[in-house]
């Protein structure tokens, strides 16, 4: 049983430049959520996905956008990077439902210069 | 915005000592879960307590919750070198969406010495 998988695992890009992440969710899920990880911090949320709509979003800009397919899978885009974009970022997959735990990929490690 | 705080930041501790993390929040909430987190990897979930629970066992965990101080300690019995790793509460709040969104805490890093 597949769990969540994220690629790439880590990536390079510099400012300015734009950056798509992807995600498939662990088999039997239907719900995709996108954290932000700083070094020592907690994930913070960036939004959630659900019937290829986004369902919740947190307080990140618009220049973070996503994406839910058929199947699915998921993609994070984030748009004109900035050095503080430099994160771990992970997905994690769940059921629709309100006491439905998260699954957690491994997270793309995204570097910004 | 973080809107649970662990205490303490870090904890270490020999093999086989208990181990207790704390966790505050600020508003009310649906549930509360606890995850675990090995360096640089993905966040692995560990127990889930509703918010009418007071408190919740899973082998060597054990969990309480007390909403009327918003807070909450996950007690990791007689510890093993591989319990050491980062350790975050997790709220989720009432949502008319039937969507949660979980809001994580700063993080207890444990290290578990042989």
């Known amino acids: 049983d597949a769990g969540v998988t994220q690629s790439p695992t880590h990536l390079i890009k510099t400012r300015g430049q734009q950056v798509t992440l992807r995600c498939s969710p662990k088999s039997g899920h239907d719900t995709v959520s996108w954290y932000q990880q700083a070094l020592g911090q907690g994930p913070q949320f960036i939004f959630q996905?659900?019937?290829?709509?986004?369902?919740q979003r947190g307080n990140f800009p618009d220049r973070f956008s996503g994406h839910q397919f058929p199947n699915y899978s998921s993609e994070l885009n984030v748009n004109a990077l900035l050095l503080g974009d430099s994160a771990l970022y992970l997905c994690a997959s769940s059921l629709a439902g309100r006491n439905s735990p998260l699954h957690f990929g491994n997270g793309t490690r995204l570097t910004v210069t | 915005s973080q809107q649970g705080e662990e205490d303490p930041q870090a904890l270490s501790i020999q093999e086989g000592e208990n181990a207790t993390m704390n966790c505050s929040y600020k508003?009310?909430?649906?549930?509360l879960q606890w995850y675990r987190q090995n360096s640089g990897r993905g966040l692995v979930h560990l127990i889930l307590?509703?918010?009418?629970?007071r408190e919740k066992h899973s082998g060597r965990l054990r969990v309480t919750l007390d909403t009327s101080k918003k807070s909450s300690s996950l007690l990791i019995t007689a510890s093993r070198a591989a319990d050491t790793a980062s350790y975050f509460c997790a709220t989720a709040g009432f949502m008319n969406t039937g969507f949660q969104k979980l809001v994580f805490g700063t993080g207890t890093r444990l290290l578990v010495s042989p």
């Open positions: 307590i509703r918010s009418n629970e």
């Open positions: 508003t009310s909430i649906n549930n």
């Open positions: 996905y659900y019937e290829e709509e986004e369902r």
